[in-house]
């Protein structure tokens, strides 16, 4: 319906209708590209999956706010809790006092403590490094360690698919949904 339009009719369909002539152009010039190139097969691989895609994002994905809230809040709280007792250990007061406030993600501040201060050898890499990934965290009988172990496993899970959802909460739809926009034709990270 015209009334439903911001801008005056003829500008539309004037717009629209140029619109249309050059992708027509392009589309004609692309199609012998893509026979000249013997490309036809995975051309018509894409557009046989359109139909698809355009589907799944009309139907959309149910999103439950209060669940997604309720794991946010859960999960918060138990990092919380391990980081306060992360922060209590006596290493990291010595950390602290010596270099400033401790960051329990930090690969290097963990390495700082369990090579400078605890002199743990476990991570020692030839060439002078300092590992604390998880097989030589486990190896380490430290409070410490044994905190990292239980931490990085929930920080992980919230910040790849907890945290996603709550930023894509403000595009839930009136429908309860997120309709996903979907390309076939590139990659690029995103879980949710």
Known sequence: ????????LE???LYNGLDAKYDHKLFVRQKKLIETEGLESP???HMRRIPTMVLAQARGAHVDKKEVLRHHGRFEKRIKKIIVK???TKAVGKFEKRYGEFNPASPDHAAIVFR???????GRLKGGGYSTKESVLEKIDHELARLLL???PLAK????YIDGLIGELKHVWPDGKIHTIFNTLFVRTGRT
Not at 1 to 8: G, H, I, N, T, V
């Open 1 to 8: 319906r015209s009334s439903d339009l911001s801008e005056p």
């Open 11 to 13: 500008d539309v369909l």
């Open 43 to 45: 051309y018509d691989d």
């Open 86 to 88: 992360i922060k209590s």
């Open 116 to 122: 400078d201060i605890l002199k743990r050898p476990e």
């Open 150 to 152: 239980i931490l990085r």
């Open 157 to 160: 899970v919230k910040s790849t």
